[in-house]
């Protein structure tokens, strides 16, 4: 006889830099600047019956929400509820079961695989012909919404939205904004800017050097504030050819407030641009100011923006999910950055770094060459890789770097200031540079940080990599994984659903399945796809047991997440399980080892796991 339960409620699915002061920013900035799926499968309140004219769904269901009258034994009974799904599915030609109780007291029952509108209709009918129903609805899928930005240069944003080479970032807000997610950038310091001021934190001034810092302060303090970057012909030596370093004049750059705007920049106030993060916080770490800055300088403050300790230096209050390092010059990554680098990762900072603008390979430029972090190569509004930017074996992935030698519109534009050799007026500029694609990926952290706080700053990256898409231009020298694509990597609604490749992967081995509520599973290692898993991925599984009202099966992706393929039920007499389920498996990447999951979770039969395979 077997002993029944309350049933177990589903889960779903959810530039390098080179001795003494020549580390620089890696931006190329023209000489005249230009002035998830997020879904939630359930209802509230008991809606009331719809119309019965009305279309019972607009697409496939695998639920509904069955209300019954207070006079009602179903009301009451999950025996009498499930022994009515049962009935009511043989009616209409189907096979349904009770899954659990909502908060209501409806009774949620499941139709065992996702039905068209017609076979829908069919069992909606049937239990509409019952007195004691008060109400059956679907259980539809509803989604958040992220409404366009109303700023008034977002349209210029081709980085965020065009489908040729943006980075889909709209489609990604739809799960996360970067709330509550702290991002310092390591750079020039910060020159006040209304449209960012809102997300800027307290930060440092790491500059040693008095004659680098130019603030006439005497070195270290609290005022992470950009004084400007300019310099002469000459001021900062010569290099081993005996050319001046750097080999022009150069005006401010505001390089620092630029790469924090592209990250945070406070959207939806109708006014400039938006942020890819624009919820997050931003705290900027000034260690580069005329000629550069120094290794020591930024070891230091990779070390503190990520929590650690700086001798005489007040701890940082608001340590670091993610750094941005838009800066770097030649040679290699030398210990006693890796050392930084190794201690923020181990405090579960993800850092981003710049390729570099050299138009090399990357290997030979730091801190890109570093080990750990995420490096980022420029691509332009065509998706090819920009002109200037590094390449190479160490690239993990590509971003929107923009090339203004296009024009001005084919650069990424964020915020800056007028002043060229003083602090002006605040503006927007379109630059171009490994620097402006680095804060891109910056961005995407945040965004990732949110939606899943627990993951590592190597699942972050591995997460950006194994859902970027193929770049639409050209790269030679190597461009990491590809464009980095947001609404994919966070599995948000508007991303962009890998076609079917008809692969299928099979695992044939006979697994166990205990009599004793003990979970078993086999695993099926998926290989040669990148990219997601489809959003209509196909589980065939094919599994031997007396009464499979028993078990309860999973599918386990290779990021964790889980689905829950079958429920067990009471009501459920029949034998084994050989069917095929639909899953959007769209939030994890295809590529790694799948696991079907299966748990008999009551006494008396036994069976095994006979086949399962994944069709993609």
């Not at 539809?140 to 919404?145: I, P, Q």
């Not at 943006?166 to 209304?194: C, F, L, Q, R």
């Not at 924090?260 to 959207?267: D, E, K, L």
């Not at 627990?454 to 994984?481: D, H």
Request: aromatic fraction near 6%; charged fraction near 15%; hydrophobic fraction near 40%.
């Amino acid at each position: 006889m077997h002993q029944r339960s309350a049933l177990p409620a589903r889960k779903i699915l959810g530039t390098a830099l080179a001795a003494g002061l020549a580390a620089t920013v890696l931006a190329a900035v023209p000489a005249t600047a230009d002035a998830t799926e997020a879904n939630i499968l359930g209802a509230g309140a008991p809606l009331p019956a719809p119309d019965a004219t009305a279309p019972a769904t607009d697409g496939p269901v695998e639920r509904l929400i069955v209300g019954y009258t207070a006079k009602a034994t179903e009301a009451k009974s999950n025996d009498a509820a499930a022994k009515d799904a049962k009935a009511k599915g043989k009616k209409a030609g189907e096979t349904l079961d009770f899954e659990r109780r909502l908060g209501t007291g409806a009774a949620l029952v499941d139709l065992g695989a996702e039905l068209g509108k017609k076979d829908t209709a069919d069992v909606i009918a049937a239990f509409r012909a019952d007195p004691d129903v008060a109400y059956v609805v679907p259980d539809r899928r509803v989604y958040a919404t992220a409404a366009a930005p109303n700023d008034t240069d977002y349209n210029r944003q081709w980085d965020l939205f065009e489908a040729t080479a943006g980075m889909n970032v709209p489609g990604a807000w739809d799960k996360a904004t970067g709330e509550g997610v702290k991002v310092a950038v390591i750079d020039t310091g910060y020159v006040a800017h209304s449209d960012l001021a809102a997300n800027v934190i307290a930060g440092y001034d790491f500059i040693s050097d008095e004659r680098i810092s130019r603030d006439g302060d005497g070195g270290r303090d609290n005022n992470a504030a950009d004084v400007g970057d300019w310099m002469n012909m000459g001021d900062c030596g010569v290099d081993e050819f005996g050319q001046p370093v750097p080999d022009s004049n150069k005006n401010n750059s505001w390089h620092g407030t630029h790469v924090a705007g592209t990250i945070a920049a406070t959207t939806g106030n109708n006014k400039g641009i938006a942020g890819i993060a624009y919820n997050a916080t931003v705290q900027p770490v000034r260690v580069l100011g005329w000629c550069g800055g120094t290794d020591a300088d930024i070891i230091d403050a990779i070390t503190w923006a990520s929590g650690g300790s700086v001798p005489g230096v007040p701890a940082n209050p608001h340590p670091a999910d993610v750094i941005n390092m838009s800066l770097g010059g030649e040679g290699v990554c030398n210990p006693g950055t890796q050392n930084a680098i190794n201690g923020a990762l181990g405090r579960g900072t993800t850092v981003v770094v710049a390729a570099g603008n050299s138009n090399e390979n990357a290997s030979g430029f730091q801190p890109a060459n570093c080990n750990g972090v995420i490096t980022v190569a420029a691509s332009d509004r065509e998706g090819n890789r920009a002109s200037y930017s590094n390449y190479g074996n160490i690239i993990d992935v590509t971003a929107p770097g923009g090339e203004t030698a296009l024009g001005s519109a084919n650069g990424i534009r964020s915020t800056v200031n007028t002043g060229l050799r003083s602090i002006g007026n605040e503006t927007y500029a379109a630059y171009q540079g490994t620097s402006m694609a680095a804060p891109h990926i910056a961005g995407l952290a945040a965004l990732m940080n949110q939606a899943s706080p627990s993951m590592t700053p190597a699942q972050i990256e591995s997460a950006i990599k194994n859902n970027a898409r193929t770049l639409p231009g050209t790269c030679t020298g190597g461009c990491g994984a590809g464009l980095a694509d947001a609404a994919r990597t966070l599995g948000a609604s508007g991303s962009t659903d890998p076609q079917p490749t008809g692969k299928v992967f099979t695992n044939a081995a006979n697994v166990s399945i205990p009599d004793t509520n003990t979970p078993v599973t086999s695993p099926l290692a998926v290989t040669g796809i990148s990219g997601n898993a489809p959003t209509a991925l196909k589980v065939a599984v094919d599994i031997k047991h007396a009464y499979r009202g028993d078990l309860r099966i999973e599918l386990v992706a290779p990021n964790g997440g889980v689905t829950q393929l079958k429920a067990a039920s009471s009501s459920d007499s029949a034998a084994n399980v050989i069917t095929t389920y639909t899953v959007n498996a769209s939030g994890a990447a295809a590529a790694g080892t799948w696991k079907l999951r299966v748990t008999d979770v009551y006494s008396s039969d036994a069976g095994y796991i006979d086949s399962w395979s994944l069709t993609f």
